[in-house]
């Protein structure tokens, strides 16, 4: 079906470690991908995004990779925060149809100090 | 920064009321959306509009739930009558279009019903 995933529900790392998240999607008419970072008992954060004419998109201590040919989907966070801990989505969409936006089931960030 | 507004944060009801739930989205946004996020999963859209036109509400439950956003800015979600299976967390999220722009989300209203 149509649906975003992501390969992990949780995910432990210490302070100072680079994370990796992971999301599979599975349509390949999706040409946009964002990722969120959701706080307990917040709306979702708009982390980054990137468009499928680019296979890695950089920011502040986030890097998004993506592979189409493997319909894979990555984020990276640099020197990992305790502030950095929360459930993280990744979300496609076909932009030309209009529709919004799909997300997947989210992987929970621990950080450890 | 300017950010969506959402009202309330909480709200708790016995199942068979009604309940609504307010959003106003960033100035400027024409495009405004309604999520449901059960727990442990990402959210789902209810509703999306177009300032003040509906784009999509295939996947709204149009015998209990309604949403307007009669002036194209803010807008109110209802849920008459309210079930059990209705408790979630209630996002609104506004973007400036519908293709590659960005949605930002505001805090929701997290609704129990008893």
């Known amino acids: 079906g149509e649906s975003v995933g992501l390969h992990l529900p949780t995910l432990s790392v210490q302070e100072g470690d680079n994370s990796i998240i992971n999301c599979a999607y599975s349509?390949?008419?999706?040409?946009?991908f964002i990722w969120y970072k959701q706080e307990s008992g917040k709306g979702p954060q708009f982390i980054i995004d990137i468009r499928s004419n680019m296979d890695k998109r950089q920011g502040q201590r986030v890097t998004v990779l993506l592979n189409k040919t493997v319909k894979h989907l990555s984020l990276q966070i640099a020197a990992t925060q305790p502030g950095d801990s929360a459930v993280y989505f990744c979300a496609e969409k076909v932009s030309q149809a209009g529709t919004a936006l799909i997300f997947g089931k989210g992987t929970t960030l621990s950080v450890s100090s | 920064e300017a950010e969506v507004a959402q009202s309330p944060r909480y709200k708790i009801t016995e199942k068979s009321q009604a309940v609504a739930f307010w959003c106003d989205p960033i100035s400027g946004h024409a495009t405004l959306y309604w999520y449901r996020q059960i727990l442990g999963q990402g959210p789902e859209l209810l509703v999306q509009f177009q300032d003040e036109s509906v784009v999509d509400d295939s996947q709204l439950p149009k015998d209990r739930f309604s949403a307007e956003r009669l002036k194209g800015v803010d807008s109110t979600l209802k849920i008459q009558p309210a079930e059990l299976g209705d408790s979630a967390m209630y996002l609104c999220?506004?973007?400036?279009?519908?293709?590659?722009?960005?949605?930002?989300f505001g805090p929701g209203t997290r609704l129990t019903v008893l």
């Open positions: 349509n390949s008419a999706s040409d946009y």
């Open positions: 999220a506004s973007s400036w279009g519908t293709s590659m722009d960005t949605q930002y």
